[in-house]
């Protein structure tokens, strides 16, 4: 809980008027986001900042680890990837008091100190792993160097909480436990006085203050870090069918895959009245026939969930789903891959250099003609990007439902053309056609699909800054070898240089729109897009006058952070009522609100 907790005191202390920052020196996680310097950082520290009404910086999230499998991991040194290395040579480079990494992260806390009043950090795992403290980057080793007051978060919902507590405490030095100004017990469920007795444990045996017991809560909506949330249901039991009376319940599927990279994509969704987000993973059933939309999330290891997929039995489903669909004109349903799984409905994924996992190629389920080759980290696109949906338009330009998202790939998708080397990169056209018509090779059989239109999903433009993609760093870099400097910020005439295009279409879409694959993500969270999606399901026409109850106004990045922004304010006056933070505003200080 140490992600909600921090989040809540930015926003708190952003309240009292206070310029206030989130850190996090290290996260491993693979939901991500894109700054306005088309740079990558952790999606929490994202979320923080907005907590903090501040722009999102790589600063504050200065390494990113992107596990591909359990034993490997993508480094992102300062938004930029740098290598994909095993999990005991990353280690290993941590024992350098003066590498890269630790130079790293004093880079960046010194900019934050220069720029904010207040930085609220947050330490990963437990900060009492023996076995790793000589190579800690994020818990004691940080707060040493900020010289922080240090606050312990304790789960009481997975219990032993006076075990994690008194025993945390007491395998810190005496330095360390100096250092611990207070604890908080979060998630509690129940009536938090009865946990009276347990607090006057703690403090008497801990000799540390309880600075709150934080019940658990409810109804409040922030994206979690990496758990599903609760609202969502994972390898939910099908026993009904589309003609027993639920037909007013819009139920979506996700497949859950082993590497799946930011599921709050598809969040938005399960917020919606009479609508059903399912999560699905190792669930014995796998018809997917009640379903009004199957949907293929993003990967980091594309290659090893397309193996996946096959191996539990979901190959088969999406593509029996998929010839459903095809089968009639009628059929409202629809199958969609966002990122990795824009790729998966692809013909073949080729990475012949191991830069998303193993090097090799697989093929995909061949439902879109594209095929996707894994590019070097140079060629990675980072990059926020606004525009329209062309999926159901018909041209008329009072039709146009506006979309904004972010994309974050390796991959290079283009349209498979048939003894012609003009593909469009990137599932892009530049002011070009934008329809291509070829036969479909079905790969999970020999037959022949005839030939269909692939039209474009979105005409988008940047909205970030755009800045050289030249690599500070090269694959296969020591970190063991220390660099005579740290690593360089993009220049600002690098993050100010014009745009060389005004807008680009991005991925592809078959059967009329029922079929579609994009790099776009946050897709759903402009809601006029998913309202108008969502209707669509049902019958409705794919348009902005489908969604009526959402204006053009509703459906901007700053209409989203309006939604949110009630969010936070629920989180802090929930922590407000149930923590006493004057110790904190004191060991800070600044003043006690009376």
């Not at 799946?260 to 919606?272: A, H, K, V």
Request: net charge neutral; glycine share 8%; charged share 25%.
């Amino acid at each position: 809980g140490k992600s909600i907790v921090a989040t809540a005191l930015c926003r708190i202390l952003s309240n009292r008027g206070v310029h206030v920052a989130p850190f996090k020196a290290q996260n491993m996680s693979n939901n991500s986001f894109v700054t306005m310097d088309g740079l990558e950082m952790s999606r929490a520290q994202a979320v923080q900042a907005e907590a903090s009404r501040s722009e999102p910086c790589v600063d504050m999230n200065p390494i990113l680890l992107k596990p591909s499998t359990d034993t490997k991991c993508q480094v992102v040194l300062r938004g930029r990837p740098l290598d994909s290395l095993e999990a005991r040579k990353y280690y290993d480079s941590l024992k350098e008091k003066e590498g890269i990494l630790r130079r790293t992260v004093k880079s960046s806390l010194s900019a934050l100190k220069e720029r904010f009043d207040v930085i609220v950090m947050e330490g990963a795992g437990s900060c009492a792993e023996l076995n790793l403290k000589d190579r800690d980057l994020v818990n004691f080793s940080a707060a040493k160097l900020a010289n922080a007051k240090v606050i312990l978060v304790a789960d009481i919902e997975r219990c032993g909480v006076f075990a994690q507590v008194l025993g945390t405490l007491s395998l810190m030095d005496e330095t360390e436990r100096r250092m611990v100004m207070g604890v908080v017990i979060n998630k509690f469920r129940g009536d938090p006085e009865l946990f009276d007795d347990g607090v006057r444990i703690i403090e008497t045996m801990g000799k540390v203050p309880v600075l709150g017991v934080i019940p658990y809560y409810r109804g409040i909506d922030i994206d979690s870090e990496d758990a599903l949330p609760l609202t969502v249901k994972l390898d939910p039991k099908m026993n009904y069918h589309e003609d027993d009376g639920n037909q007013n319940v819009t139920r979506i599927a996700v497949l859950y895959l082993p590497h799946i990279s930011n599921f709050t994509d598809f969040l938005p969704l399960s917020r919606e009245p009479n609508t059903e987000l399912h999560f699905l993973q190792h669930r014995k059933e796998k018809d997917l026939s009640a379903y009004h939309a199957v949907i293929i999330p993003g990967s980091k290891n594309v290659r090893f969930d397309m193996e996946w997929l096959a191996s539990e039995g979901w190959r088969k489903s999406i593509i029996n789903y998929y010839m459903e669909i095809r089968a009639s004109t009628a059929s409202q349903k629809q199958l969609i891959g966002v990122c990795g799984g824009f790729q998966i409905l692809g013909k073949r994924i080729e990475d012949p250099d191991g830069f998303d996992g193993r090097p090799g190629c697989s093929n995909g389920l061949g439902i879109l003609n594209v095929t996707t080759t894994m590019m070097p980290y140079s060629k990675k696109v980072l990059t926020r990007c606004e525009g329209t949906s062309l999926l159901g338009n018909d041209g008329k330009e009072e039709n146009n439902i506006n979309v904004y998202g972010y994309e974050i790939h390796l991959g290079e998708t283009k349209l498979n053309i048939d003894s012609c080397d003009n593909g469009i990169s990137d599932g892009r056209s530049y002011g070009g056609d934008d329809t291509m018509t070829k036969g479909v090779q079905d790969s999970s059989s020999t037959a022949k699909i005839e030939s269909m239109s692939h039209k474009r999903c979105f005409k988008l433009r940047r909205s970030t800054h755009t800045r050289s993609n030249t690599p500070i760093y090269k694959r296969g870099h020591d970190l063991k070898n220390s660099l005579s400097s740290p690593p360089p910020q993009s220049s600002a005439s690098e993050k100010n240089a014009p745009e060389t295009m005004s807008y680009f279409f991005d991925g592809f879409s078959i059967l009329e729109g029922r079929v579609w694959g994009t790099y776009l993500h946050g897709l759903f969270d402009a809601q006029q897009f998913r309202k108008a999606w969502l209707c669509s399901l049902s019958g409705s026409a794919f348009s902005s006058s489908s969604s009526n109850s959402a204006s053009l106004s509703s459906s901007s990045p700053r209409a989203k952070s309006d939604e949110r922004d009630a969010e936070y304010e629920k989180l802090a006056m929930h922590f407000l009522d149930a923590m006493n933070v004057d110790p904190i505003f004191k060991a800070l200080g600044l003043p006690v609100q009376v």
